[in-house]
């Protein structure tokens, strides 16, 4: 029998195997979960079908108060939820408590939203209103590197509109969001909330299953392609948040100083495994020495260890995967470029390489290209603004980027320039659930959070009167 069961149609169920977790701070499994056979699959689909009618017919604050119930029952086990996370993330105990409150942030942000209809017209005429529906059945595919916040910023709106939910986390941190299973079952009707768990088999069935209605899917663009071809065949709404190489451009006015610290503060942010991480930094000439000195002084200045051990500023690579990642990318940094801190492997039984910084590295070069998801900055010169700017857009990714100057118009005249979802001046990776999030180009389709990402899990309907 496993240790965290899951949530199929309102009962806690083990399955017919279990998957080991791997504590990535040591290489080896910490704890066992239970997996979904085929038949649990389906059943927690069918069971989210029957349940959605008579959630959406419930009135809206009762789903509201469920959304803040959530949020109190986070609130008094963000502790143990928080060190449960290093446990099956890697991250920094601090990093983990602020992920724990952000999940707080989202939920009770969405127990407040309103849902009524908009009045289109109001005459002598007509009547016209647009009103806004439940889907149907929501899944939300999410990925492993902030695995908590992002299967709740997903599960909000979509309950808040009527909608019922199947999670389905990454296989390789599923701890957490089971941790939930017992709560969301007390709180919302058998079926409303499910969590299923696989090997990487169940988002293909989720994104082409005639009975799922809406995916909402966050990890890289090579799988978000798969899903979106997967749902063709129902046309179901897709929100797709994927990759990114957020590139920062740092002007000649910039502070050198502040600049250096919140560059390394996005760049090695969860081992650099954020999608919207600062993954490449072009600087000026006039500045490009000083500023890559200023960086390699912060980043070595970074501990390396296990999240749970007090002062550890960069934790291990989340899983073997990705660290083999890592480690190539760490080849190719010592074979484009120079390498002003870091560049190894750290010591210890875990997935750890060293917070690293490398200069005199070109586009062209994979490191530059690529999105590497790891703590491993390329910094690059720039002469030219027109150049940097094609240079910072020639990528298929456009989630986010950045200026830094003290020039604060010039700086949002060039952010305009950008193609990208997001442009940050003189910071980086700043979100919340007021500010509309999407990617540009292939790092997305839609929009996630402010009323334009909840609406996002609605359907909207006209209901039209002539009054004549
Ligand atoms: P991934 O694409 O490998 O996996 C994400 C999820 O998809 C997992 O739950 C996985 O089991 C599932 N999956 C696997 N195969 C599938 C298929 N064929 N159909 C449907 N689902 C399938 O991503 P990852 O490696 O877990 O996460 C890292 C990536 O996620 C990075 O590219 C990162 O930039 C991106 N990401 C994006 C955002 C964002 O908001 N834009 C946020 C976090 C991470």
Request: proline share 5%.
């Given at each position: 029998m496993s240790d965290y069961p899951m949530l199929i149609n309102g009962r806690l169920q083990q399955g017919d195997a279990v998957l080991d977790i791997i504590n990535p701070a040591l290489g080896t499994p910490f704890t066992q979960v239970a997996r979904a056979s085929g038949a649990q699959f389906e059943e927690a689909v069918a069971a989210a079908k029957a349940a959605q009618p008579g959630w959406a017919a419930r009135p809206l604050a009762e789903r509201q108060a469920a959304l803040r119930k959530l949020s109190a029952h986070i609130h008094a086990n963000a502790d143990r939820i928080a060190r449960t996370l290093v446990q099956e993330q890697g991250k920094p105990l601090a990093e983990a408590q602020a992920e724990v409150g952000y999940a707080q942030i989202f939920l009770n942000y969405y127990a407040e939203q309103e849902l009524a209809p908009e009045t289109i017209q109001d005459d002598a005429e007509f009547r016209i209103e647009l009103q806004y529906r439940p889907l149907g059945v929501v899944a939300g595919i999410t990925p492993w590197n902030f695995p908590f916040l992002i299967g709740l910023y997903k599960l909000a709106p979509a309950v808040l509109l009527g909608n019922s939910f199947i999670w389905k986390p990454a296989p390789t941190t599923p701890v957490t969001a089971l941790m939930l299973a017992p709560v969301l079952a007390e709180i919302f009707p058998p079926g409303v909330v499910n969590i299923v768990i696989d090997d990487n088999e169940l988002g293909a069935v989720l994104s082409s299953?005639?009975?799922?209605?809406?995916i909402s899917f966050t990890g890289s663009t090579a799988t978000g392609r798969k899903v979106m071809a997967a749902s063709s065949s129902s046309l179901k709404r897709l929100t797709l948040e994927l990759g990114g190489n957020d590139a920062g451009i740092v002007m000649p006015d910039a502070d050198i100083g502040k600049t250096a610290t919140r560059v390394a503060g996005s760049a090695f942010f969860n081992a650099g495994q954020v999608c919207i991480a600062l993954k490449r930094l072009y600087v000026h000439r006039s500045i490009y020495d000083e500023m890559c000195d200023a960086l390699a002084r912060e980043v070595a200045g970074f501990a390396i260890g296990?999240?749970?051990?007090?002062?550890?500023?960069v934790g291990p690579l989340q899983n073997r995967a990705q660290y083999d990642k890592a480690i190539h990318y760490l080849e190719v940094a010592a074979q484009d470029g120079n390498i002003i801190t870091g560049g190894g492997k750290a010591e210890g039984p875990g997935y750890f390489i060293q917070p690293t910084v490398v200069r005199d590295i070109a586009d062209g070069s994979p490191l530059v290209d690529?999105?590497?998801?790891?703590p491993i900055l390329p910094v690059i010169v720039f002469d030219e603004i027109d150049d940097v700017v094609a240079r910072a857009n020639a990528s298929e990714y456009g989630l986010g980027g950045s200026i830094w100057s003290q020039d604060h118009d010039a700086a949002f005249a060039l952010a305009s320039r950008i193609e990208s979802g997001t442009v940050w001046i003189n910071h980086h990776t700043h979100f919340g659930p007021t500010i509309p999030f999407s990617g540009a180009k292939q790092s997305g389709i839609g929009t996630e959070f402010g009323r334009e990402g909840l609406m996002e899990f609605a359907q909207r309907s006209v209901v039209s009167l002539n009054k004549t």
């Open positions: 299953h005639p009975d799922i209605a809406k296990d999240g749970l051990q007090q002062g550890t500023r690529e999105e590497q998801f790891a």
